[in-house]
């Protein structure tokens, strides 16, 4: 667990020395997960307990959209009972 933990406080030194701006979160067992989001990109990077990292990067595309588009989230996305509510 202490290899994990000592590359965490490592990378959270590193962003708050950077003045890079982070959220914590925990979604999985065995793991930390440090949430970057920066312009035109958000950044999912996971610590586990056994020191391995997982990164996921989200790039935009520039375009910014209204809220026509929320009929697109519900679409793909909403849970039956979810899509009820909105009708």
Avoid at 28 to 52: H, N, Q, Y
Avoid at 65 to 78: E, H, I, R, T
């Amino acid at each position: 667990m202490k290899q994990g933990f000592d590359k965490l406080t490592t990378f959270l030194d590193q962003l708050e020395t950077a003045k890079i701006t982070y959220t914590i979160a925990h979604h999985r067992s065995e793991t930390v997960m440090v949430l970057v989001a920066i312009p035109g990109e958000r950044w999912e990077i996971e610590f586990f307990s056994g020191g391995s990292i997982e990164v996921e990067r989200f790039t935009s595309s520039g375009t910014i959209g209204d809220a026509s588009l929320f009929s697109q989230l519900f679409a793909a996305y909403a849970q039956d009972e979810i899509l009820a509510l909105a009708h």
